[in-house]
Every structure is written in C-alpha cells, then in structure tokens.
C-alpha cells in the first residue's frame, strides 16, 4: 500500500537549479526518506536521507554533494523534496525516491537498507 511518487526532473544545462519532489503514501511521518540516483552502467549512488532521531528530524548527504543539494521533508503531506543547485553534468540519473520505517544510521548509504522505492524521475545535465 506504500507508493512514491517522484516528480521535477527535467532537462537543465550545466550551473542551473532543479527541485524534486517525492509524494508518499501508506507511511508515516516517523519514516526515514531520501533519495538514491543512479546513471547509465553504474550502481545507485546515494544521495541524501532525512531521518528522525529523538524527536528531531537530521540530514545526511553523499560526499559528493558538497554543500550544492539540500533535502527537506513536509510532514504533514508526506512530501520530501531534493533542491539542487549547481548541477553538473555528473550529476545525469534517474533519481529515486525512498523510505522506510527505520534504518541503521550505519548503513544509511547501503541501497538494500530501504524497502520502499518509487520509479524514478529523469535528471538531464547538458553542458
């Protein structure tokens, strides 16, 4: 009953912005969510993750972030949201969205860790 919609993937050139949204259902605020990518030929990388340790809601990106995403969550429309600036053509993938009822803050990198994936949305970077 759990779904993840993925949405904002488009088409952008080398510098510009882009903000996806993730919608979900059949979950609940305690959820951990983030996001994966993964390009042609190689394994899903992740991205960022947004979860809830003693009441209070902390981030997590992949190292190759560098301070240009940020992930935020609206928890009352189960919503989490990736803005990205600065994007580099490297930065081309599908995007996933993800989530789970709780995972290992250890592990929060490891794909298997998350049991609920939506089917991606497209992110172009030309140069």
């Known amino acids: 009953q759990v779904q993840l919609v993925e949405s904002g993937g488009g088409l952008v050139q080398a510098g510009g912005s882009l903000r996806l949204s993730c919608a979900a259902s059949?979950?609940?605020?305690?959820?951990?969510m983030g996001w994966f990518r993964q390009a042609p030929g190689k394994e899903r990388e992740f991205v960022a993750v947004?979860?809830?340790?003693?009441?209070?809601?902390?981030?997590y990106y992949g190292d190759f972030v560098k301070g240009r995403f940020t992930i935020s969550r609206d928890n009352a429309k189960n919503t989490v949201f990736l803005q990205m600036n600065s994007l580099k053509p490297e930065d081309t993938a599908v995007y996933y969205c993800v989530a789970d009822p709780a995972i290992t803050i250890g592990s929060m990198a490891a794909a298997d860790e998350y049991n609920y994936w939506g089917q991606g949305t497209q992110v172009t970077v030309s140069s």
């Open positions: 947004i979860v809830r340790n003693w009441g209070t809601f902390r981030t």
């Open positions: 059949g979950i609940l605020s305690s959820y951990a």
